[in-house]
């Protein structure tokens, strides 16, 4: 087949892109786009290219210049400025009038015949004044008939003068022929949501467990009155695990006892009973009239929330009746519940989505999150997504994004890594990580050197959980408080996006032997807590958020760069903005049982700062100062107090 | 949009694909792909995944089984084994099969009832059987039956033993369900030709030189003449320049004077005049049924003929009055010459790629290969590729292809790095390279491990050249003899595809002062040479393609292991087959001007030599053997002989 067009111009790697643009990248309002692409044609023309951005489905694109860099990589960039999906491509041409410029300079020697390259300029010219507007149509015409009128004199060195001076360059630069030129198709895609998807402190907890008095179920009514002091705190978004009914088949009693006894509270992701399912509230916690009264004080103290979304079904859910073949059915027609052989779990019907009803059973499931988007949730925890069809999560977020761009979907999926990242492409904002698990220097410093330096992080946000329901991991059970202290520094400093489940500031370190369950886990049971507990760490948390909401490089995600350290038990990293204006190191040790020194090395490029410049360390947890000279210093970090340094660097 | 229907395994990153399968990988017959993708689904299925692979047009996939790698990464290969495209793609499903036998092995302890597990097992084991084939389906039956009456008999465990047992599991394997799978779309491709694509060594010659007596022009029955002892030399290809007849205006006299005298022969590059252009044989060189003895000797002989594809027209050359038009025009309307300012070239005019009759123009080019292929002729040399269309190029070798995929290009791009990429990717199955001007032992690593070692191995084939008409490179002026034989060692090992331009046996290397061009260069005049001329590498050329033809690891391309050397002016590399068999290691000394000695660190473990064990050295150019044991070894180099060790390792 001869081709019936061709790209005029070769645009080859465009960067950033996910695999080959079948993903779209991630931004948050107000953060750039910087993009690349390898741009050349045959031959010697001098080529122009634009970047072309438009939020989807509009009509206009909004162009802006390229910038030709070496090796024949152009670079752009844009910022996303509305939430939603964006896209972007490059348009890239021929500079005619350029080349003529270049070739009429070199061509003007003394004595060579340039009037038929002078014709030809101006051609280029006269099409350019075709297109100009009125004012600056007649300015160039006054030029092009002086040109002639130079032409006609024989004058060809004072013709060139005029044809490539400032006056008409910058006048051609506004009406360039770009008809032999190609725009890159498809286009690639941004997905854009608001800053708190990149910057924010999540605080876990369970509304049951707020009444304050022993044994007595907690309220939405007491969860509001313990809002003020998780503000206070300085967290962002609340998570609440399901706040739904709880069913009775097979409910499990205190630390998962197969056999529940009668007041016993059943965990909340065994969702349904005959109060309702995945759009019920349990009524021990309140009215719906309650949930809204929770939903504005949550409003009211700028403070999110995040709903745990769990497509389990107890087998009591309403769905079991209305809907059995969405389910999955042994031999003998009965419904098959939960496995994982040897481990069984009576008490959860998993969902069958290759059902024959697909259609209906995904419409429900994308029912559900309309449903709590209008009763005031703007961020899902999705629990074990990986346990469902990836092209489901793809469907469903993309549908919910449609009407709903705003809207936050965490990815709990603690799997492999492949899974993972792919959940992370096709929607998920952010992801929960190995965070929980990576204790050396080493691993640390590998784990989230992938994450936030490589290509991930255009498409994968971390949430740094330092524990969770199910998580207590081994450093904090041995640790203790110096631990806890160490886990939250790393936490809400390594990610920019991070959060702990209740109890955590209270150091509650109690685990079932040889696990990392919680003892007497809150999962099946109500915990009352005293909040002002001795050895809590509420203040240090306090301080840490404050900093973070201070400290723009703490708000950025990206980069981390990790620092030349002498000693293996302390790790060091600073975080910057691009402009420097705003540098962070945060050293921390990594050891709860043994005080350590070390001598850094400092990034004095990196930072801009000059070799015999002074500057100021300032330890934002300790409000310490300290100056600093040249390009190592040394750090002492406790235990018990002292186990890390937040330090803002200041230029004097 | 409700999907109709979705993949129901997620297969990503596969490889190898060039840009996201926008561009074809390349092998030669007999090669293999080695395919690798991450595959995976959500839950605990287990999973199969194929490789499927046809030839482009034919209906039927070749399927073989991948298997399970680290991290959800799948392994699979397949061999080409016929020239042109094939494409390739990845199935996988979920196995039910084996992800009963799991679940039910896990499942079958003692007192567990699994009466409906072994119903289910039961259920896909009868879908596997109605697909057998005769034989096996009453095998299966067999088993069904036995398995239903241990059932009945409430014999679980037997019932597993015989569902689980090998027999069933070879039988299920050959009928799996592959209904929940998913096929990637659009499948990849793979550009395959000829062995000689890849393995090769050419020579360079001018027809018109070969006539043995001084001024006398050669024709092309003398070069028959000389073919035997280039073929003794131990060449594969003998590439032409051109050989149509050359123009008269503004023809360029000796070392490319402005003013040819009379007697003057002119550039073979100038093409055309009223003998013909492109199609046309110089008369001089002799009649078309001397072009066809010279085609049947070099096919009697073993070499395959390479002709310069050169798309530059003499203002004598027919299509100038045929076709004005696809010519660039002044606006008094007269033809421009080619220019690259402020140098003219007013003996050539460029072909307009854009011109109006541009489907005219663009079969025209294509019907020049037609016509040289049915000539004879298997490969083109391209002159200068990217001074024309990308596209171009990528339409005219897929319609030459489509008819003849045996033909070769080479696309003669020195220019830009990614222009020479992207020539490569879509359809220049070898490609010019900076060869000639990487001397250093950094430079030459630095530039051979990214043509071997990087992504470009799959798409692009470095044709090494040791000299052209074109660039007599400096360490052959300054460096003589010595400097000959080290670049010709470099060019024939470190690639597998390499060549010289005659006269380099007789280290010519009289230059115009200050330049990389010959003095007196054959491009403007007749050179007649004496080929036993004193000083001659002859005999070291015709030995070194005697290694080559002997060593398969010589033979292969990618992956050149440069070796650690303590002294900076000896560089080391090994090459070696898969299997290991035949293991080379090159060492050769840049200096063409001092002895140096040096100690290499050999790679036994590459090598897979143990540590106590002697081995034997074998310099192949010199034929001296060595007895080496461990992990050094110390060599001593010329100049000025012994420039160079090809040594083959063997073990005892």
Known sequence: MFPQDYPRVNIEAVKPQIDGGRYPIKRVIGEKVHVSADIFKEGHDKLAALLKVRKVGDKDWLESPMTQGDNDQWHGEFTVTAIGRWEYTIEAYAEHYLSWVDEITKKNLPGANIGSELLEGLAIIKKGAAKAQKDDRARMENIIAALEGALTAGEHAGAVELGVGSVMRSLMAKYPDRGEGYQLT????????????????????????????????????????????????????IYLPPIHPIGYAFRKGKNNSLTALPDDVGSPWAIGNEHGGHTGLEPKLGTWADWDQFVATCRELGIEIALDYVMNCSPDHPYVAKHPDWFFHR?????????????????????????????????????????????????????????????????????????HPEVIFLSEAFTKPKMMRLLAK??????????????????????????????????????????????????????????????????ATLSSVYGIYSGYELCENAALPGKEEYLDSEKYEIRVRDWQAPGNIVDIITRINRIRRESAALQTYNDVHFLSVDNPQIIAYAKMTADRSDIIICVVNLDPFHKHSATLQIPLDLFG???????????????????????????ELGPPEKMAHIIKIRRW
Chains 1, 2 share one sequence.
């Open 609 to 635: 700062i000059d070799y015999h410049e002074q500057y100021q360390a300032h330890d934002l947890l300790s409000d310490e100062r300290y100056r600093w000279w040249g390009p190592t210093a040394y750090v």
């Open 186 to 237: 498809p286009s690639l895609q941004v997905m854009v949501n608001r800053p708190i998807t990149r910057f924010a402190a999540w605080y876990e907890f369970f509304p049951r467990s707020q009444s304050n008095t022993p044994y007595r179920h907690g309220t939405l009514q007491d969860s509001i009155r313990r809002l003020p002091a998780i503000k206070a705190m300085g967290f962002d978004v």
């Open 426 to 491: 096709i929607g998920f904002a952010q992801s929960y990580t190995y965070f929980t698990w990576r204790n050396s220097k080493h691993e640390l410093t590998e784990y989230v050197s992938e994450l936030t330096g490589s290509e991930m992080k255009d498409y994968f946000t971390g949430n740094f959980f330092a524990n969770t329901p199910d998580i207590l991991p081994p450093i904090l059970q041995i640790g203790g408080r110096p631990a806890f202290i160490m886990r939250v520094v790393l936490a």
């Open 331 to 403: 031999p003998d027609g009965s419904i098959k519940y939960a496995e994982n052989p040897p481990k069984k779990y009576q008490d959860v019907y998993p969902l069958n989505f290759g059902t024959t009803d697909r259609a209906g059973l995904w419409q429900e499931m994308l029912h559900i999150f309309l449903f709590w988007i209008d009763k005031g949730v703007t961020t899902f925890r999705v629990d074990n997504p990986h346990t469902k069809p990836v092209p489901f999560w793809e469907w469903v977020i993309g549908e919910v994004h449609r009407v």
